[in-house]
């Protein structure tokens, strides 16, 4: 029994936070059409994480080896490097 109180509890937070962002995102639709004809006009670019390499200022800029620019093994020399992990995809 305890268990379908709390599945039901459940369940009406989960609709309670769709209706609430629903109404968010409406009331925010105008907001958000300025700021994206803002970013179109002035063009621009992805978010910029760590302003050091590369590598580090946005996920999508990695690849196999600007890490190990140097020689492969070699030690970070970006602070940033060390907070920002290699993406999943290139772990392969």
């Known amino acids: 029994m305890v268990y379908v109180v709390v599945v039901v ?5 989960a609709v309670a936070l769709m209706m609430h962002a629903a109404a968010g995102r409406k009331a925010a639709g105008p907001r958000l059409e300025r700021e994206n004809r803002l970013v179109s006009s002035l063009k621009l670019t992805d978010l910029c994480l760590f302003t050091e390499a590369r590598y580090t200022r946005h996920p999508s800029m990695a690849d196999r080896n600007t890490a190990f620019q140097d020689y492969p093994f070699s030690f970070e020399h970006f602070p940033s490097g060390s907070l920002m992990p290699v993406p999943e995809i290139l772990r392969k």
């Open 9 to 13: 509890v459940q369940a009406a937070i």
